[in-house]
């Protein structure tokens, strides 16, 4: 089993099944498809080139073959949008009319685009007889490795005449990149393409989609997808390496054994000795601690997991936890030297104004942009009283990256 396998095995074989944030840029793809518009010749407006833009393993790869295959489907009745997802076509048997590149370099890409330049101009192959199928699509992958040469000399040309039964999908990680390459080019190719953009999965999407498709219980997916970063590809990725060093099936993934894999068997009563340690502000352990989890697991995740801990001591505000909070603001407050410990106060319902303690109900902290958008509030609100206005409580901002920094000081 290796990863593309898993990526590909659990692909979305309908619009139905592919998850992306409410976007109107898929609605115009099912439109494409399901009112012939991209071969409508009575139709003044026909969309044939497309550029789907967005972040790695968001889904650019899925949603063309999606288009592709959707289109094509014989079994797909006239004027709907979804694929049977049982035919030849639908199983990638049948790939007649779809031709797929994946630019790496543009030496190795010039004669591999010159023959799809050529395909374009022919015919679709005749599959069925339906005139809203009679079109073949041509995807290119990594447009972002293409060199402005490359793009200039062989495709903008093919692309403004373009026929109007050939559809090319071309995608891109980073439209940045190309526009830093060239930003004449990239205009060009923007300007004859509809372009469709992907955004990163959430967390939640991520464990969704791992538990619908694979049977994987939520909270190992939450766990799966928080080192994903977004990246459903690389989710899968882990997915199938903790398969493989488990030898257990993607279904019965228990969060011990992926938490294991993932964070190197720093768990929750693990982090408590660098939490104690840094509540008693012994440097030494802190330095050892931290240097000895930095080879099992990235920096990042370290502060990830800690923003978490801090989390839940806010949440479950029992005496030890309460300990741990009033001792870390002290140290936050010995090590920033700045007013952070106010901050932690507030977390915990206890709120200062003018100088009289007032018990408030907690807050509802569930992430790290909730509490951020809770700092900034709350700081909001002080400076009206204390004087503590956005700029001076924005540096502590209590991110992963914060974290880090703090934790920087002990290297
Ligand atoms: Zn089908």
Redesign the pocket.
Known sequence: MNNNTLANIYRPKSFKDFISHDNGDIDLIKHLISKNLHSNLNNNFSITVLLIEGPPGSGKSSLSKLYA?ATL????PKEEYE?????D??NDKDTSNIYEYTIKSSTEAREVVQKLVEQSYCSPIRTTGREDQYRQFIILDELENASAELISSYLLKPLEDNPNTTTWILSTMDLEKLERRNPIVKEAITSRATVISLYKFTEEQIANILEERANIQIESGLLIAKVANGNLREAWSIVSKIAIISGLNPSEFKTEVVGNYLFGGITYSVRLSLWEALKNDDATLVKSIFKKWSTKISQKIIADLLVEDLISFINTPNKNSQELLFSLTTWYNSTIKYDLSLVFLQYLGIDFIENKVVKLKPLAVNNVSNINNNLLALAEKKGKVNNLNKESIMPFYLTSDSISDILKRYN
């Open positions: 295959k489907c014989p079994n797909r694929p049977c997802g049982d035919c076509i639908c």
